[in-house]
């Protein structure tokens, strides 16, 4: 009997991946491994359109519900995969029960940075990464009238903050650095921290939390008291400081683990017929030359991919410049490029960002490097990331008066 390709995760590489074995021809028997007790679905909204309400549940599945039976691929949810046995191709899962694989894929992706210091365990204090995460969030945020506090100056604490002021909270983000945003230059950075602080969002840099302090229930967080020594309010802490991969699996195996389990462009593991896909791995790029993890929608979407088509034996390699998005108070952005390239390049600007109101009537950031644009950032600006995309992947050298030029269309200097 042929064994069935392993999907461990219930995430959107998860999904992508079994979604393109079948478009792909492949017909033999899949099972996806999914720790939660859910399909596989998309987490970016939790932190925009979900959280704010205006996404609802079905708008999370990577594919549609009836998808897995009409396609005949086996899910097993509320089940983890606990360890790797390669020596005979089988996954045991917490429950103890062992899976056999021909190929297995390990899409476990990533766990909220949990923050250890007194107090943490306190009610009201939440991260950020499950759908159970996002709702019940949500069902504490749009009442309002909360003093929610955010700790972590990322996309994230960004994105929940710009939600939290909507629904009406008093919202105060505190940052250990000086600078918010870090992958972007502080000029950028500040167009999204003064559009927050213009929606009534306070900022607290250079201040980070060494206590939770319970109220008088002694249950509920009441209050943070801060490395300054200052107490704040606090009812609602959501903590945003970032994620680890979640590389267990990788454990007692011949897997490389590097800031995630780390690849070839393929997304093939030091372990013959094990890969890994989306947040979890560290994967090779083959225009850089480097091992990148990225936690972003895109790689997770087109990782899934490329690791199915490698499973079955075909060329594919992992070659598209990371992309994600972010939705906030008014600003709506879309971001492409390779982080290690743009850190240190040429900055062009198209448009102008010296105050909240000129930056809302849109404009694009692109990073030059050796004359060839290797990152581009549109701003409240439509039909860009086309153009953008095909200039980074082009390489080709750009003439930097016309491509800060905002009256010569990108999509000309692209050539498409």
Known sequence: MEQPILIAGGGLAAGSAAKTLRQEGYDGPIRVVAAEHRTPYLRPPLSKE??????????L?????????EHDVEVLLGERAEQVIPATHMLRLESDALLPY????????AQPRVLDLPGAHLEGIHSL????????????LSGGGRHVVIVGTGWIGFEVAAAAREYGNDVTVLGRRTTVLRQLEPALAEVFRRNLEAEGTRFRLG???VEFVAGLSEEGVAGIVLNTGERIAADLVVVAAGVEPDTALAEGTRMAVRNGIVTDASLRTGVANVFAAGDVASSLQPFTGEHVRSEHWSNALNSGKVAAKAMLGQEAQLDIAPYFYTDQAGLSMEYSGYWQLVRGAQLVLRGSIDTVEAAKDGFVALWVRGGAVVGGMNVNTSRQ???IKALIASRATVDLARLGDPAVPLAELAGI
Not at 134 to 139: D, N
């Open 50 to 59: 979900f959280l704010k309400g205006t996404g609802s549940e079905a708008d």
């Open 61 to 69: 599945e990577v594919n549609p519900p009836g998808w897995y039976a």
């Open 102 to 109: 021909s190929k297995l894929l390990i899409a476990t992706g």
């Open 129 to 140: 990464r499950r759908f159970e995460d996002s709702l019940g969030l949500r069902t504490e």
């Open 207 to 209: 201040a980070h939390p």
């Open 385 to 387: 990331q086309k153009a």
